[in-house]
Nanobody, 125 residues
Framework: DVQLQASGGGTVQAGGSLRLSCVMT????????IGWGRQAPGKGREVISA????????YYSDSVEGRFTVSSENDKNTVYLQMDDLNDADTGVYYC??????????????????WGQGTLVTVSS
């Protein structure tokens, strides 16, 4: 079974940093693309970052470009999302998903076949 587990959420002051982790099990890790989705209060889920494990191509939404960094540690089947300079708009539940989206679809929720449970990030001002 494919399983994804996100962790590392918490409460942080505006301007602070957090690092989220996503562990994926039950698969050959380097054949997948891992996406980070975020659901802000009262809004739908959106893909904010992604990485293709095999060749390391990364994607960032405009809202996080320059502040967030996605990386992978393949021998641990783990993807990280380093989040710096956090602001109120970053508050939400963060999920990691896995799939094989074509690059033009990497920013779409429909590009991912599996999603794990989320981890809550709260940014206080």
């Amino acid at each position: 079974d494919v399983q994804l587990q996100a962790s590392g959420g918490g409460t942080v002051q505006a301007g602070g940093s957090l690092r989220l982790s996503c562990v994926m099990t039950g698969v050959i890790f380097d054949q997948w693309t891992i996406g980070w989705g975020r659901q802000a209060p009262g809004k739908g889920r959106e893909v904010i970052s992604a990485i293709t494990i095999g060749d390391g191509i990364t994607y960032y939404s405009d809202s996080v470009e320059g502040r967030f960094t996605v990386s992978s540690e393949n021998d641990k089947n783990t993807v990280y999302l380093q989040m710096d300079d956090l602001n109120d708009a970053d508050t939400g539940v963060y999920y990691c998903g896995a799939g094989w989206p074509i690059l033009s679809n990497i920013r779409s929720m429909s590009g991912y076949s599996y999603w794990g449970q989320g981890t809550l990030v709260t940014v206080s001002s």
